[in-house]
Each structure stands twice: as structure tokens, then as C-alpha cells.
């Protein structure tokens, strides 16, 4: 199948996981999603990553972010799984984890690639807008476990500039001064920015955070 790429519909699905069945679309509702996938059950660095996840999960929720996790594994093995989660991680595993015995979604999202494994997801993670369109995706390598601090600082970037007529320069961080968008000139800027702009070039135009 073609490869997912940023822009495109993210694709619907109803599938089982380890809170029930669940639509896709219907989870997020309205508001932002962040799904990842995991290579199988009882792997050390996804243990990791779900612990960590759980733990982050207020902060994705200030930012209307909803989270679903995917593992090729089977409900009942995921629900052992969590245990062993929120024992070692010491938190509770608090959003659903997708169990894709079929591999219905993996291949729907692209999820399995041949030189890395031919029946194992790669890890990879899709944020998706309330306009169920692809924002991101980002695929690590089995031996890397993800940044989360990365995940809401690319959601932050994602949200403001979807608002506003900016971008997010290099390692920019919430509160941060942002790039003026090419799209309008420095004479507009300036009258819709009320922080002001400062031109460093005539293409690099810098601003306070509008939100801020």
C-alpha cells in the first residue's frame, strides 16, 4: 500500500484494545490525537515509553491531545503487559493500548517495513489535527526510545502555528520568540503583531509568541 504521508486523511478505524472497543475518530473527538506503535509486548524500551507516556498524559491533555498506543499483541497479553508497565514505571497505564493481532491498522498506517522486520511495527508516531489530517510523523529505530518532552514541544509548534501566521525556528521552546510567516510582508506583521518585529533579514522576521 502507499506510504502515509504528512497532509493525508489519517485513516478511521474501530478496533479492539485494552479499554473495549474503540473508534478512532469518535476517541479524539474534536480535538488532537498522538498515536504510536509498539513492535510487541513485553519489549524493554516500549515499557519505557508507555510509563513515560502515562505519566505525561496531563500535559498532553492541556493541550486537547488524546493519546492510543498500538502493539501487534493480543488484548489479554496487553492487559499482563500493563502490569509489568505500572509496576516498573510506578504509574498506571491510563489510555488505550490497540491490539493488532491482524495487523489491520499497522498496515493501514504503514506501520510495518521489510528491512526493518517483515512482521513487526516499526516505532512510529502520527499526530493527527481536529481536521483528522497527518501533522507528523516520526519513525525511531528499535535501540531509541522516544523524547516526549520532543512530542509536546512539536504539538506546541503545531498548535500555535496553526493559529497564527508564524513558524517555530530551530529548538524553540513554548514562550519563545517565533518566525514570521513568508507568506505576509513586514508591514502587515507589524500591524498584527502587537509584541513588534524585528527584522533580521528581510526573509527572517522575528516575533514574541503570540500567546504569550
Known amino acids: ?10 485513516p478511521d478505524f474501530t478496533a479492539e484494545t485494552s479499554q473495549g472497543e474503540l473508534n ?24 519505557t515509553e508507555l510509563g513515560t507516556a502515562a505519566k505525561f498524559k496531563d500535559e498532553f491533555e492541556k493541550r486537547n491531545v488524546k493519546m492510543m498506543a498500538l502493539s501487534v499483541d493480543g488484548a489479554e ?6 502490569k509489568d508497565i ?15 493481532e491482524d495487523r ?22 502520527f499526530i493527527v489535527g481536529p481536521d483528522k489530517k497527518i501533522k507528523l510523523i516520526l519513525t525511531y529505530p528499535a535501540s531509541t ?8 514541544r512539536v504539538i506546541d509548534s503545531l498548535q500555535l502555528t496553526a493559529n497564527h501566521k508564524v513558524a517555530t525556528p530551530a529548538n524553540w521552546k513554548h514562550g519563545e520568540k517565533v518566525v514570521v510567516s513568508p507568506s505576509i510582508s ?7 503583531f502587537s509584541g513588534g518585529v524585528e527584522e533580521v533579514k528581510p526573509y527572517l522576521r522575528l516575533t514574541p509568541d503570540p500567546t504569550t
Not at 186 to 192: D, G, N, P, S, V
Open 1 to 10: 500500500m502507499a506510504s502515509i504521508r504528512l497532509g493525508d486523511i489519517a
Open 104 to 125: 489491520k491498522v499497522s498496515d493501514m498506517y504503514d506501520m510495518i517495513h521489510p528491512n526493518a522486520n517483515d512482521t513487526l511495527t516499526v516505532r512510529s508516531v
Open 145 to 152: 526510545g522516544r523524547n516526549f518532552y520532543e512530542l509536546l
Open 77 to 82: 497479553s496487553h492487559a499482563e503487559w500493563i
Open 24 to 47: 478512532f475518530y469518535d476517541y479524539l473527538g474534536d480535538g488532537w490525537g498522538i498515536l504510536f506503535s509498539h513492535p510487541a509486548d513485553f519489549t524493554p524500551v516500549c515499557t
Open 186 to 192: 513586514t508591514e502587515e506583521a507589524k500591524e498584527i
Open 86 to 100: 505500572n509496576e516498573t514505571q510506578n504509574t498506571i497505564v491510563n489510555f488505550p493500548i490497540i491490539a493488532d
